[in-house]
């Protein structure tokens, strides 16, 4: 169970980086952008163009690492699930285990004193018999 919980950890570290890189990548698609129109205001075409290349570049990186996000958060949701299935069945396990613990002492102490009875039953056929 540690070593899920250490998956897990990990998954959720993992997931928070790519979250941070798309929120990145989408502040920079954002320069850009003002970058490309700043350049459109000094008839800059050739530097609008190439800003906008990059913001583009930047763009298809967000979506990209969208994407990883969206199937890093379902893994983490298919793990966190799994991981509350096992710990449910951990303590209907342990529980299972108590009970049986328990019966089992149960039926010892009722052995020992059926064998008294019938050690006691014994004496006393021995004793009236002689």
Avoid: C, P
């Avoid at 990209?64 to 699930?81: F, G, N, P, R």
């Avoid at 049986?100 to 039926?107: P, T, V």
């Amino acid at each position: 169970m540690i070593k899920i919980k250490q998956s897990y950890s990990e998954l959720t570290a993992t997931y928070r980086r790519m979250l941070k890189q798309k929120e990145q990548a989408d502040s920079m698609a954002s320069d850009w952008r003002q970058r490309a129109e700043l350049a459109m205001t000094r008839e800059r075409e050739d530097l609008a163009r190439q800003a906008l290349e990059r913001r583009q570049a930047y763009i298809e990186e967000a979506e990209t690492l969208q994407l990883q996000v969206d199937a890093q958060a379902k893994s983490m949701d298919q793990l966190y699930q799994g991981m509350q299935l096992l710990e449910a069945k951990i303590l209907e396990a342990r529980s299972k285990k108590t009970a049986l613990a328990s019966r089992a002492r149960k039926a010892k102490a009722i052995k020992k004193v059926n064998e008294m009875v019938n050690g006691l039953t014994a004496e006393t056929n021995s004793l009236l018999g002689s």
